[in-house]
């Protein structure tokens, strides 16, 4: 069964008949705790053991020493109703919180996408798989730089802790919005999971990503271990349980682990591609049998900020664009139905592909000058395609694509190719044999599959083959939130993986180079 | 093989036989990462980890954030040899702590006997078993009071932060001079094993244990898991593993676990007897089957305080006495072969049962003042009998013993035997039937045998069956530190005990008066 075909709410109750049989990355236990008397002398917290044994099944079940402390108080009470907050660990049960009386009902985890760009967080309700509130910000890193080279150079001039800060008081920021939304106590959340970019998690972590740069390529770590949100500096239960996803290394990160996880890959016999098209245009090909990843460094055209008019995927951003073949007149939708102020990574690949089919564009992707539209301008010197006047009434700007632009996708869609190219004959297969593409990421949401596969940025298969993921961090994170059996399956994926070093490969720059044609 | 036929050395190697068998609560490896290259490109930490599993066998590796953050410094050294010191925890692998080089021979644990009125810790060398230092210190909760009934009251008021901060405090002393003494730095102190009364180890953990005091007298705990050093306050590895013994009830502490420990009760089939006098009369029978305990509230007469004359045993203390029955006159032997400043317990028991045996002293403990002998004196009114006159040249205080004196020493005399003779009628057994009896307490140290006996204080039986333990809690916890297994064991005794609650068993006060006489 494919996420493809599933709505949000479809996707949830199969989450919970999965999440049912299995505990979740933390349990909550409401017990009852017998009243102590000369034949049942047993200390307090050697008879909350006793229930926990018989609620959990674990004979191992270890407290922290600060939690022992709140115990004498709680079970005081008129009632000896407490609710224990735990993490399954193996044979271990880890204690991570206790309250008084049933609060069994606010159980609470957060997903979080730890993106270069933008930090997506959702606030999940653990007993129901519900997604309680969505937010996302801009990461606080990007005042050390837009893209990961410069934070990379920032850290290795030893300041990791700076951009550390910056990205735990993103997620902090998220953590209050969303509680915020769903009116809920952030300590009442007790497990979280993200998953970023190798460097994302390494600054996460507050380790020094800087050695990723030079060969060979080494992270400090790939597999994480469970850590609590206190170590991290994270504002919710101080002993909230803190999965990360693993990275398979330097240039493979836990999100595209995520997104690999969610998209169910080591389920399937079929041959199935995960395709992640942002910063880089980063894969994932094979089965349950066998995974190749690789990366070709695409440049973060479809990102938004380099074509001049980009936007991210948010209201005003232009998303659809149909230009007609006889009056070549352009028409568009915009995110949120308002004038639009740029264009996001799918409008740009839709207006790419309808200039293209309608005759104004070339193969090399230059434009058609002598094909007569009054859509022609001159903008700082350059011709452009205009597609929304600027209005200088609501002070909104123009809204048009230059061949330099369309150079950038066009080099994104080469190394896509090029990276796929190079998967697929390093174990001898074709195109066609892919039996389905998930493609992550905000980008490919929003993504026309068509236009896509028109200017070869996605591969020439059946539209129906394409399954959007939306983000597979998030997707992937709740998973695990609701699932902590699937912390294994993540850790296999990782090891499972080979990944094809391309910047280094020596066919790559070739297949690049002649791919750069629509 | 019984501890007592054992010196230091043989115990130490019969320990270290054991212990090469078994992982110490703490294991130091030492490990040459393999350098990182394009074809082994896995992290850093990733890398450890394949290393450590080679060495240990365990799969699933905890590292906490504090320690990730060391590894790149660490690995980016000349040579990539590191050491690392772990817990074995089930099927995990704790890592506490990474040095650079090899440190495998800095590797230190310490014992401590929480008691009451003295803190006595050992410093373990773990690899060799050997104790490099033994320094104890008075209990600072001493200024809360001088018995425990008087700092469960503080503690009551809400203090218990106050008594927990003086005995963290004198341990934290216990580390210095230890380690001043073997010369070696407290962060290599990776593992710490401590024991001491159900009221010692809550006030070690900053738990109240005022609840013991009313019926059903239940502790907050019995069954401590394992925190770190950190937690506790601990001046060493901040993330040493400490184990606390567990306790079997308010009024069997685990001071006793350790000594039925140490006495290896559960290997024997034969009946044996932990014997602990101190502040209470407190003892467990049995062997490898059952285990049934109980204590008498013998008052602290036996720990100094109390008999007018009284001094721990320490130098300048009456450690034997011997009355030459023809002259009547006293001779004596004092620790540290200094003038006499006062009497330890064993010489009190001594000089009773010398008394008794030169009829100077009758059985109901009241002197025989018209036996001639010119011991008698005058002191505040009262006849006392004279050991050791005043040196006011050297400022040395008399040393003798009062009829108030010997009435505590019966008390406590008469509250041993009740608590033996309920305990051994509850399983039909006689005295005779004991076939060792194990001592426990610096007390049990310097007693003699025979006086103790002579006066009734321990049963009638061959003195070759009494095998004095030292302290027994110093010597449970040294076994723990060398072999993480015992904590199995410790578990298994202290689940085992039956505990007779004698203060309101029918017979005691009966058996108690009867029993007052020598």
């Known amino acids: 069964m494919h996420l493809a075909y599933l709505g949000e709410e479809t996707l949830t109750n199969l989450i919970m008949e999965v999440r049912c049989k299995m505990p979740a990355l933390t349990v909550k236990y409401h017990l009852d705790i017998p009243t102590p008397s000369l034949n049942n002398n047993k200390g307090d917290i050697d008879r909350i053991n006793a229930s926990l044994e018989r609620a959990s099944g674990l004979r191992r079940i270890h407290w922290p020493l600060s939690l022992l402390g709140s115990i004498s108080g709680t079970l005081w009470l008129p009632s000896n109703q407490i609710t224990i907050t735990a993490a399954h660990d193996g044979d271990r049960l880890r204690v991570i919180a206790v309250d008084p009386g049933d609060t069994t009902s606010s159980h609470f985890g957060l997903a979080i996408d730890l993106g270069t760009t933008v930090v997506a967080a959702e606030l999940i309700d653990i007993r129901t798989g519900q997604c309680l509130a969505a937010p996302s910000e801009v990461n606080g890193q990007i005042e050390y730089g837009e893209d990961l080279l410069t934070r990379l150079h920032f850290a290795g001039q030893g300041d990791v802790d700076a951009l550390r800060m910056a990205l735990i008081n993103t997620v902090n920021q998220l953590i209050n919005r969303a509680c915020g939304i769903a009116g809920i106590d952030p300590s009442h959340i007790s497990a979280v999971c993200a998953a970023g970019n190798t460097t994302m998690t390494h600054l996460f972590l507050g380790l020094d990503p800087s050695h990723m740069r030079q060969e060979p390529f080494i992270p400090i770590i790939n597999h994480v271990p469970i850590l609590t949100s206190g170590e991290l500096g994270l504002e919710i239960a101080p002993l909230a349980q803190t999965y990360i996803f693993p990275s398979a290394g330097s240039f493979l990160?836990?999100?595209?682990?995520?997104?690999?996880?969610?998209?169910?890959?080591?389920?399937?016999?079929?041959?199935?591609?995960?395709?992640?098209?942002?910063?880089?245009?980063?894969?994932?090909?094979?089965?349950?049998?066998?995974?190749?990843?690789?990366?070709?460094?695409?440049?973060?055209?479809?990102?938004?900020?380099?074509?001049?008019?980009?936007?991210?995927?948010?209201?005003?951003?232009?998303?659809?664009?149909?230009?007609?073949?006889?009056?070549?007149?352009?028409?568009?939708?915009?995110?949120?139905?308002?004038?639009?102020?740029?264009?996001?990574?799918?409008?740009?690949?839709?207006?790419?592909?309808?200039?293209?089919?309608?005759?104004?564009?070339?193969?090399?992707?230059?434009?058609?000058?002598?094909?007569?539209?009054?859509?022609?301008?001159?903008?700082?010197?350059?011709?452009?395609?205009?597609?929304?006047?600027?209005?200088?009434?609501?002070?909104?700007?123009?809204?048009?694509?230059?061949?330099?632009?369309?150079?950038?996708?066009?080099?994104?869609?080469?190394?896509?190719?090029?990276?796929?190219?190079?998967?697929?004959?390093?174990?001898?297969?074709?195109?066609?044999?892919?039996?389905?593409?998930?493609?992550?990421?905000?980008?490919?949401?929003?993504?026309?599959?068509?236009?896509?596969?028109?200017i070869g940025l996605y591969p020439k298969l059946p539209t129906d083959r394409f399954v959007s993921l939306g983000n597979g961090s998030l997707r992937g994170a709740r998973e695990i939130l609701l699932n902590a059996e699937k912390i294994e399956e993540a850790c296999q994926i990782a090891d499972k993986i080979t990944y094809l070093e391309l910047n280094v490969h020596p066919g790559f720059m070739e297949i690049f180079r002649s791919a750069k044609y629509i």
């Open 253 to 454: 990160g836990g999100d595209l682990i995520a997104g690999s996880l969610a998209a169910r890959m080591l389920d399937h016999d079929e041959i199935t591609l995960l395709l992640d098209i942002g910063t880089n245009g980063e894969m994932i090909l094979g089965n349950k049998d066998w995974l190749l990843a690789g990366a070709g460094a695409a440049g973060p055209a479809l990102e938004g900020g380099v074509a001049e008019c980009a936007r991210r995927a948010e209201p005003g951003a232009i998303e659809r664009v149909k230009i007609d073949p006889a009056t070549l007149e352009p028409s568009y939708s915009v995110i949120g139905d308002i004038s639009p102020i740029g264009l996001c990574g799918s409008g740009l690949v839709d207006v790419i592909a309808q200039l293209y089919l309608a005759g104004l564009l070339d193969a090399t992707g230059r434009f058609i000058l002598d094909k007569d539209t009054n859509r022609w301008r001159t903008v700082n010197g350059r011709t452009v395609y205009m597609l929304a006047e600027a209005d200088s009434a609501s002070d909104l700007p123009a809204t048009y694509i230059t061949e330099k632009d369309i150079q950038n996708v066009l080099r994104t869609k080469a190394a896509v190719v090029a990276a796929l190219t190079i998967l697929l004959d390093s174990v001898g297969l074709a195109v066609s044999d892919i039996q389905r593409v998930y493609t992550a990421g905000s980008f490919g949401v929003h993504l026309a599959v068509d236009s896509a596969i028109a």
